[in-house]
């Protein structure tokens, strides 16, 4: 017999799929919106904005990446 408890995937695993779906998905859609309409591709209001928005993808991937964190 099959225990339905063990069916059943933890609370913080539905909240870690969500928060990539609403992060990881909308990047790749605008960037593939900009390629079709031939327009550029803004990820930020100005420079300050987009060199803030690097250093978070970079200390996000250093952290993930060695295991520090977990998805």
Same mark, same amino acid.
């Given at each position: 017999?099959?225990?339905? =408890?063990? +069916?059943?995937?933890?609370?913080?695993? +539905?909240?870690?799929? @969500?928060? /990539?779906?609403? /992060?990881?998905?909308? /990047?790749?859609?605008?960037? !593939?919106?900009? !390629?079709?309409?031939?327009?550029?591709? +803004? +990820? =930020?209001?100005?420079?300050?904005?987009?060199?803030?928005?690097?250093? @978070? !993808?970079?200390?996000?991937?250093?952290?993930? /990446?060695?295991?520090?964190?977990?998805?």
């Amino acid at each position: 017999m099959v225990d339905a =408890g063990a +069916l059943q995937p933890d609370p913080p695993d +539905l909240a870690y799929g @969500s928060d /990539i779906a609403n /992060i990881g998905l909308p /990047i790749p859609a605008v960037a !593939i919106a900009a !390629i079709r309409h031939e327009g550029p591709l +803004l +990820l =930020g209001r100005g420079p300050t904005h987009q060199v803030s928005l690097f250093i @978070s !993808i970079v200390v996000g991937t250093l952290t993930v /990446i060695p295991g520090r964190a977990t998805l």
